[in-house]
């Protein structure tokens, strides 16, 4: 069965850079598909951020383009989210999912930016 | 960014009763290989969201087929046949054809 379990702080400071890790079982993720982050703000809206290939490539949403990163330890099975300069507005709930489809999400990390 | 407006943004049902989601594009989600890259998703309360249907209209295994998607171009259709109370949640469509992926403001499933 494939599961992806998000991680990290739950609280970061104002200025400060996020990092979250995703670890995937039940696949390899450079056997295939693509690999995002993604945020949902209070309330309703959803917010794709970026995503690492199995190749290796990545793709950001140009609203983040100049705070994000997003990396891998393919030992590990894992990838991982840092977003930089981060403000209140990026407080969230944080999930990794699989494909352009997002068939397997992550449970979610809330993440709470506050000093 | 391509912009997905769903309707209603709140919707009240009975169980047993049928109900339909839309969801307008502000630009075509026809991708020049052919496909659509229109999807629905569900988020249960203190769930992550599920998918539902991928590809306008293809069931996810595992999925009821009580749920149905419809549609081409810039407007789409998710159809609940029969809603039960494992149905209740807010739905959001998303679309994966253009950059960045986008998806719509969600639409809540209540229970009247």
């Known amino acids: 069965e494939i599961q992806l379990q998000e991680s990290g702080p739950g609280l970061v400071k104002p200025s400060q850079s996020l990092s979250l890790t995703c670890s995937v079982t039940?696949?390899?993720?450079?056997?295939?598909?693509?690999w995002s982050w993604i945020r949902k703000f209070p309330g309703n809206k959803m917010e794709w951020m970026g995503y690492?290939?199995?190749?290796?490539?990545?793709n950001y949403n140009p609203s983040l383009k100049s705070r994000i990163s997003i990396t891998r330890d393919t030992s590990k099975n894992q990838f991982f989210l840092q977003l930089n300069s981060v403000t209140t507005e990026d407080t969230a709930t944080y999930y990794c999912?699989?494909?352009?489809?997002?068939?397997?999400w992550g449970q979610g990390v809330m993440v709470t930016v506050s000093s | 960014d391509v912009v997905l407006t769903q309707t209603p943004p709140t919707l009240s049902a009975t169980i047993g009763q049928s109900v339909s989601i839309s969801c307008r594009s502000s630009q075509s989600l026809l991708h020049s290989n052919g496909n659509t890259y229109l999807n629905w998703l569900l988020q249960r309360p203190g769930q992550p969201p599920q998918l539902l249907i991928y590809l306008v209209s293809r069931l996810e295994s595992g999925v009821p087929n009580r749920f149905s998607g419809s549609g081409s171009g810039t407007d789409f259709t998710l159809k609940i046949s029969g809603v039960e109370a494992e149905d209740l949640g807010v739905y959001y469509c998303?679309?994966?054809?253009?950059?960045?992926?986008?998806f719509g403001g969600g639409t809540k499933l209540e229970l009247k």
């Open positions: 039940g696949y390899t993720i450079t056997s295939g598909y693509d």
């Open positions: 999912a699989r494909k352009y489809y997002f068939d397997y």
């Open positions: 690492i290939s199995y190749s290796g490539s990545t």
């Open positions: 998303v679309q994966s054809t253009h950059a960045p992926r986008t």
